[in-house]
């Protein structure tokens, strides 16, 4: 016994211990044969997992599987007794040792439980055969259960020591792990790159909320998959709702999706909430490693979001000293220029735009929210215009300047598409209704005093008119420049002296002589011309001029007079989109 206890301990490899323990079963007693089954209830069959057998070691169609519900093994995990088969070539209880018997050439057979179970969790059997007849008496039966439990305490040694091996694997790769994502997150890979790595190392898909940015970030892969898309709206839809929230310590709000719950880890920097971690997929158990290696995940996605919010503030200060100059005028040296400008992302020889977005707010409410969501504005102008675009923040608006890669001519009407979405985009953002006033191309660096000029009065009027949406110096007409002159309450007055009063006439007796005064400037004073378009007789148009002189001191054939009526329905008709808008 000490003999069979020193082989069985001489390994810890759980293969070699079970050959070892067949081998020293026939060396030290008087059984010529062994072997070492499991059974696999769930094929029905019983699997070979040692054998010493000096005739058929090296047979290569030696059978390694047998059928469980001809052979005795299955007795014996039944019952947890052993069974003996005194003549096996001779008894027909088990067709198959009866066939395997006379094939080896064993006579005796006994098949004893081993009380452990294998690497697959596998009940296991232990089998001796002997070439002649033998009577196994009590001692030989207890020698080989006494054996057997040797064995099963090998057995679950070399369990213990395979877990400690694979929990110390693990740790070691927990560890090199989370400073391989250190070392990504600190050098100039994308959050994609990183994010791609994160899913790998947890064998799940993820994404992350960056609340400074207002934005869902995932990898290109994760990106691009159908079912990933479809989770990805309540996730932005919660981030809306926190960012709407009066609270700007957690920015965690309302419930989440079923398919996130139980896997959001919140991602804070010196105690503030700068985004969220989400698992994607059903919450499963976490033993305390992978648990380990989710908080090192966390830690390193908080890291990539406080490198992402350093990085643009850095850089945003410079692309904003460098558009100030550009839009003010203040620069000297042209080379100098363009070498600062490509330094840092803005490429000026490049045909480009100016834009200013504001807000229909208070002075100190739209500068208060304007610094707040700096980032987020930036990222979703970048990514509408392929990452060709810079934001400035100045008093109360933003300046936004964009170099689109690939337009058609018309891709910056103010009908276009690309620019409907970004302001619906933008209004969304910022939760106000928004106006996007958008320049001329700038094709040289002297362009962009005069388009900044043009979209500092596009603003004014958008917001004297009540405009909202993206808006073009043309929308105002050729009267753009006098009106952006003209103080607000003047235009105000000047439009309520000239036709204010002929509208209060019209609604206290029923007559049409302001929409005959307009469509008669329309037509350009042309009298036939205006009675087509009035479906009216020319009598009837001379009738409702001449009252129009009489009553108001009027004269169409002063210029003056005409200019003044011009200006003044084109400032009412500006007013009207602000008039209607509810």
Not at 223 to 229: E, H, K, M
Request: proline share 4%.
């Amino acid at each position: 016994m000490a003999e069979v206890a020193k082989l069985v301990n001489a390994s810890s490899d759980l293969g070699t211990m079970l050959d070892r323990i067949v081998l020293a079963i026939c060396r030290y007693t008087q059984w010529d044969m062994s072997s070492i089954m499991s059974i696999d209830e769930r094929t029905g069959r019983t699997v070979l997992m040692a054998r010493y057998d000096p005739l058929f070691m090296d047979v290569p169609t030696a059978p390694r599987t047998w059928d469980l519900a001809t052979s005795p093994a299955l007795q014996v995990m039944r019952t947890g007794k052993p069974v003996i088969l005194l003549d096996a070539q001779n008894d027909t209880n088990y067709p198959f040792y009866q066939e395997d018997a006379r094939a080896r050439n064993y006579s005796t057979v006994v098949i004893a439980p081993l009380p452990a179970r294998d690497a697959y969790e596998r009940q296991m059997v232990i089998a001796v055969q002997s070439k002649a007849a033998i009577d196994v008496d009590d001692e030989a039966l207890e020698f080989l259960l006494t054996v057997s439990h040797l064995a099963a305490i090998a057995v679950e040694k070399a369990h213990k020591l395979a877990e400690e091996r694979a929990l110390s694997d693990h740790m070691r790769r927990t560890v090199e792990t989370a400073g391989v994502l250190m070392k990504l997150v600190l050098s100039d890979s994308s959050a994609s790159h990183v994010l791609e790595v994160v899913e790998q190392l947890l064998g799940r898909k993820v994404c992350v909320t960056d609340h400074s940015a207002v934005a869902v970030l995932t990898s290109e892969a994760t990106g691009r998959d159908p079912a990933v898309l479809e989770l990805l709206p309540p996730v932005r839809q919660r981030l809306d709702s926190a960012l709407r929230a009066p609270t700007h310590g957690s920015r965690s709000a309302g419930a989440l999706p079923p398919f996130l719950q139980g896997r959001e880890q919140q991602l804070d920097v010196d105690g503030a909430i700068v985004g969220s971690l989400y698992i994607l997929g059903e919450a499963s158990e976490v033993d305390a490693l992978d648990e380990l290696l989710v908080q090192q995940v966390q830690f390193s996605v908080s890291v990539l979001l406080m490198r992402s919010v350093v990085r643009f503030n850095s850089l945003a200060e410079s692309q904003s000293t460098l558009l100030e100059e550009l839009a003010l005028g203040g620069w000297r040296k042209e080379e100098d220029v363009r070498l600062r400008a490509a330094a840092v992302g803005v490429h000026i020889g490049a045909p480009a735009y100016l834009a200013v977005v504001s807000l229909p707010m208070q002075d100190h409410q739209r500068a208060e929210w304007l610094e707040q969501h700096h980032r987020a504005v930036s990222f979703l102008v970048s990514q509408a215009f392929d990452k060709s675009a810079v934001v400035m923040i100045r008093p109360s608006e933003l300046l936004v300047w964009f170099s689109p890669s690939e337009s058609g001519p018309d891709a910056f009407r103010s009908d276009g598409p690309l620019l409907k979405v970004l302001c619906t985009e933008l209004g969304r953002l910022l939760g106000e209704s928004t106006f996007l006033c958008i320049s001329d191309r700038c094709v040289g660096i002297a362009d962009y005093a005069a388009a900044w000029s043009a979209c500092q009065r596009m603003s004014e009027l958008s917001l004297r008119f009540g405009r909202r949406g993206v808006v073009h110096e043309t929308d105002f007409g050729p009267d753009a420049l006098i009106l952006a002159a003209l103080p607000h309450d003047g235009v105000r007055k000047f439009q309520s002296k000239v036709l204010d009063r002929i509208a209060a006439f019209d609604e206290r007796n029923g007559s049409e002589l302001l929409p005959t005064v307009e469509s008669f400037m329309i037509c350009n004073c042309k009298l036939q011309r205006c009675a087509d378009a009035m479906s009216i007789h020319v009598t009837t148009l001379r009738y409702r001029l001449e009252r129009v002189r009489e009553l108001f001191g009027i004269d169409f054939e002063s210029a003056d007079q005409r200019f003044s009526l011009q200006l003044a329905l084109r400032i009412r008709a500006l007013e009207a989109p602000a008039r209607h808008t509810p």
